[in-house]
């Protein structure tokens, strides 16, 4: 729940701590604890996971037109030159040599 929507159930009264029965949040911090918290609790649910390594190869492999091994050299390529925020936020990067 992002912020626009978190503040104005707070200020009016209707935002729980828990589940709609729990107790009613009277500290703005603790409303944006649940901010916070619900926005990891959705990144772990919506957010798909990385196909994996063979799987994209393959994917490059039929749109290019190559063939896998080639379309592994791209990948790998491709991975080299990651960004250094990518490379901390998914450690498999820094394996590619």
Not at 62 to 79: C, D, F, H, P, R
Not at 86 to 97: E, F, G, H, M, Q
Request: aromatic share 4%; hydrophobic share 35%; glycine share 10%.
């Amino acid at each position: 729940m992002p912020a626009s929507e978190v503040m104005p159930k707070f200020k009016q009264g209707e935002l729980h701590s828990g589940s709609k029965s729990g107790p009613k949040v009277t500290n703005p911090k603790q409303a944006v604890a649940i901010m916070y918290s619900e926005k990891r609790q959705g990144l772990n649910k919506g957010g798909s996971a990385h196909p994996g390594f063979k799987a994209v190869q393959s994917s490059i492999a039929q749109k290019s037109g190559v063939s896998e091994k080639a379309a592994g050299a791209i990948l790998a390529s491709k991975t080299r030159h990651a960004s250094a925020a990518a490379k901390r936020a998914n450690p498999n990067l820094k394996k590619v040599k």
